[in-house]
């Protein structure tokens, strides 16, 4: 069954820098999501992009966070200026077009890159 | 604003129960509802879709009930097995235009061999 994969697996990064989360979605999702889940507690949505842009941010979303899709395949979430409060579980998420929009189909999930900032 | 509750927190039963999960949301204006299973340092993995216009979905031995006016949603895991043993979460997609899914804290489940 496609799966969304995403690396590293887990990054430790030193405060103060940028690191670049991948994830690859599934191919013929058109959907994208980058969600975070802090160590015990829920996990919160960050975004969503559909054709080439953000459709949906959260207010966790600032300027210190940006997503792009560099080609057919990849999609990446990049951290600028990282801080300590930005250690969690990054998961990436796709889903297929649906009946109406938003989508309507389910959010597939990658097992999640662990970012431990030091 | 929505809010996703899930109650047990944790719960242990021995093989062979069924069992029933609890999810609690406060405003019934969703657009479908989500049950995924995290098992420790993994990703989610969806198990079952409801939609708003439904009232249940079955997959194998789970089964997913939806009552929008109450604002609750059940998990029923039949026969449970050790290996249903993980974080069960629920999330919500609330109508409106809204891409994204509110999750509550999910119920930890061990199954008892």
């Known amino acids: 069954e496609p799966e969304v994969t995403q690396t590293p697996s887990h990054q430790v990064t030193q405060m103060g820098q940028e690191v670049i989360l991948r994830c690859v979605p599934i191919s013929n999702h058109l959907y994208f999501y980058w969600y975070r889940q802090i160590l015990g507690q829920k996990v919160e949505f960050l975004v969503s992009f559909y054709n080439n842009e953000i459709s949906e941010k959260s207010e966790i979303f600032d300027d210190q966070f940006s997503v792009e899709r560099p080609d057919g395949s990849n999609f990446t979430l990049k951290i600028r200026s990282t801080k300590l409060e930005d250690s969690a579980m990054y998961f990436c998420?796709?889903?297929?077009?649906?009946?109406?929009?938003?989508?309507?189909?389910?959010?597939?999930f990658g097992d999640g890159t662990r970012l431990s900032i030091l | 604003k929505q809010e996703v509750t899930q109650i047990p927190a944790a719960l242990s039963v021995p093989e062979g129960e069924n069992l029933v999960l609890n999810c609690s949301f406060t405003d019934s204006a969703i657009y479908n509802l989500q049950w995924f299973r995290q098992d420790p340092g993994k990703g989610l993995t969806s198990l079952l879709l409801?939609?708003?216009?439904?009232r249940e979905q079955t997959s194998g031995r789970l089964n997913a009930s939806l009552d929008k006016s109450s604002g609750r949603s059940t998990l029923y895991i039949a026969a449970s097995q050790p290996g249903d043993s993980a974080t069960y979460l629920c999330a919500v997609k609330v109508a409106s235009g809204t891409y994204k899914y509110i999750f509550g804290t999910g119920t930890r489940l061990k199954v008892l061999a």
């Open positions: 409801i939609q708003s216009s439904q």
């Open positions: 998420a796709s889903s297929t077009p649906g009946q109406g929009s938003p989508s309507n189909q389910p959010q597939h």
